[in-house]
């Protein structure tokens, strides 16, 4: 029997190797098309931003408006109500209420539940989620679990003083 | 004529030994009682949702804008589009009650002991299938219950480290559960029974290679095997008779006890009822979530409270064949643990008050203690039942068990040391 070349070995494993990567590396890339179909598509990121009339909000009154397809809260809070926002800090997800405001008249959260994604209702002070019984005060921050953080405040910015855009800051 | 044309297709083809070898002169234990009808069950039940499905899926519609109506389409236009479409719903309920019986039952006769794990875990593969498949199937009529269960369960995922929040985008496919959803679901929901079947067949290799466990927990040597054609078909059509007459007593008089009222008012994403509750099936699961005040800590004990079953052959220590059968102490901790599946149920379907919230804390520890403690008690329990005496063909199968055992480590040994 004929001696075999040592480096032939080497070289047929090596070239397996390769052949193994690249063909890997071609099912992976072909993989992303597929993967990147299920992200949202453009005319889903395209209802990015949502003009709201604040001049109908009577105060103590709130508005829920629709932004990229879920609810936002528009509240207009009695003195009363900001006072007593401005006094506490929340409770599990401690945040002072000025950070959550621009101005202290007019509180904007997503009105998504942080912890399973229901839509809290507006209950005595501050909110009560049906789902699960969290509980959010008057500044949408959460005072009862098992939410693990307070109300999203969604970017946005005061166009005029009763017209405000949600998406952008 | 026949038996010409079935030699021909011997010759080309094994029909004739695969049905003899797996459908009429499959060995059977001649001691099964009704508990073992449920697998058989499982399979006609998966039969009739294919079925059903596929039909009304010839009407259906999935665009957020016309599914709910075509619901109603189907139930009031399409020619008994009421009756596939009950069939179908109860048909879902029906698959659950079935599987948890299944389950039950391995888990009270204990089953799942070697050799019988891969028999074990394809199962608990094609529960998780199943599961996806249901949760799935309740998006497409598109009704508040539809909508908001959807949202909570793809609203689980965002516990994934990182990228929580774009895992959830992903899944939806929008920033809330939409359109997008919808068609995927209805997609996926088309897909995934086909995937149940192939596990199904996988199962069945298994089981083939493993043959079925009997009562007395004891292998029977080959003298107490008889034909599975006609002892056993006959069995199973008999469970199937009393089968059918419960479901159509659901499907025909009792439709609509299955269905949440609240799923007859459309989807609306701006407004979340006030009492949300999943399907009866998954209820003592929902109450594991609740309990746990952490989200990601009530997201991973969910996943574990499903996937606790498939630990079994590792959790029981016990060499004691045949369950619950020879062993008073996992008797007792088996209906302890259904006492208290039932409690979490409960809690799982009312309105979370601190009193329930208490009582479903305490049902989740028990939950897991009770697999918890499995290998100390099962330990435990053997050596006492060993010192009181077990009956004689018991302690022939621990002991050729055991030999068994031994053989397996020596050969393995013996290999290792022509290895060295």
Redesign the interface.
């Known amino acids: 029997m004929e001696k075999e070349n040592p480096s032939v070995g080497n070289r047929r494993n090596f070239l397996i190797k390769l052949t193994s990567v690249v063909g890997g590396a071609g099912v992976a890339a072909t993989c992303v098309p597929f ?1 990147a179909s ?4 453009s005319d ?1 990121l395209a209802k990015a931003e949502t003009d709201v009339d604040l001049s109908g909000i009577p105060p103590g009154g709130m508005h ?1 408006v ?1 932004w ?4 936002v809260f528009v509240l207009h809070r009695t003195p009363e109500q900001i006072k007593a926002s401005a006094e506490s800090n929340g409770g599990i997800d401690p945040e002072p209420d000025s950070k959550r405001v621009i101005n202290p008249e007019w509180l904007v959260v997503v009105g998504v539940c ?8 507006k209950e005595g002070p501050g909110w009560e ?5 969290s509980q959010y005060d008057d500044s949408g921050r959460v005072v009862r ?4 953080k307070n109300l999203e405040v969604p970017p946005y910015r005061f166009a005029a003083d009763n017209k405000i855009i949600i998406g952008k800051a | 004529m026949p038996s010409r044309i079935i030699e021909w297709i011997d010759q080309r083809f094994p029909l004739t030994s695969f049905v003899k070898h797996d459908l009429t002169d499959y060995p059977t234990p001649r001691n099964l009682s009704y508990w073992w009808n449920f697998g058989f069950l499982a399979g006609i039940v998966l039969v009739l949702q294919v079925a059903t499905g596929i039909f009304l899926a010839m009407h259906y519609k999935a665009d957020v804008a016309v599914s709910f109506d075509s619901i109603q389409h189907i139930m009031r236009d399409v020619n008994y589009g009421w009756l596939l479409r009950y069939m179908h719903a109860t048909g879902a309920s029906a698959f659950f009650f079935v599987i948890f019986i299944h389950m039950a039952r391995t888990l009270y006769y204990g089953s799942y002991r070697a050799p019988r794990e891969l028999l074990w875990w394809t199962g608990q593969g094609l529960l998780l299938l199943l599961m996806a498949t249901a949760f799935m199937g309740y998006l497409l009529p598109w009704g508040q219950m539809s909508f ?1 269960g959807a ?2 369960i ?3 995922f965002r516990a994934t480290p990182f990228i929580g929040d774009q895992v959830v ?3 939806r ?4 559960v ?1 359109d ?1 959803t919808l068609t ?1 679901f209805f997609a996926l929901h088309y897909l995934f029974p086909f995937l149940i079947i192939g596990g199904v067949l996988i199962h069945l290799v298994a089981l083939h290679s493993v043959k079925s466990s009997n009562p007395s927990g004891i292998d029977l040597a080959a003298k107490d095997n008889i034909p599975f054609h006609p002892y056993f078909t006959i069995k199973d059509l008999y469970g199937l008779g009393v089968f059918l007459i419960v479901y159509s007593v659901f499907v025909f008089f009792m439709p609509d006890s299955l269905i949440e009222p609240a799923n007859n008012i459309p989807a609306n ?8 509750v999943p399907e009866w099936y998954f209820l003592p699961f929902y109450a594991i979530l ?1 309990s ?4 990601v800590g ?1 997201v991973v004990a969910m996943g574990l409270s499903v996937m606790m079953f498939a630990f079994m052959p590792f959790l029981d220590r016990s060499r004691i064949p045949g369950g619950a059968r020879y062993r008073p102490l996992y008797r007792l901790q088996y209906y302890l643990f259904l006492l208290d599946m039932l409690v979490l149920g409960y809690v799982g379907y009312v ?3 601190d009193q329930t ?1 208490l009582v479903g804390q305490i049902a989740t520890l028990c939950y897991f203690a009770s697999f918890f403690f499995v290998p100390f008690i099962s330990k435990m329990e053997e050596r006492w039942l060993i010192k009181r005496g077990l009956p004689a063909e018991v302690v022939t199968l621990m002991k050729s068990e055991s030999l068994e055992i031994e053989k397996r480590k020596l050969k393995h040994s013996r290999h290792n040391g022509v290895k060295s």
Do not use: E, F
Not at chain 2, 292 to 295: F, G, L
């Open positions: 993967v299920m992200n949202p598509s889903v829920t629709a990229q397809g879920k609810p942080t912890h399973m994604g229901c839509v809290p209702n989620c049906h789902c699960h019984g679990g098992p939410a693990p | 908001w949202t909570v793809t609203n689980l985008i992903w899944l496919g929008d920033y809330t939409g997008a995927r994403p701006m407004q979340t009822p006030n009492h949300i609740r746990v005040p952490n989200m009530g309105h979370p008050t919230i």
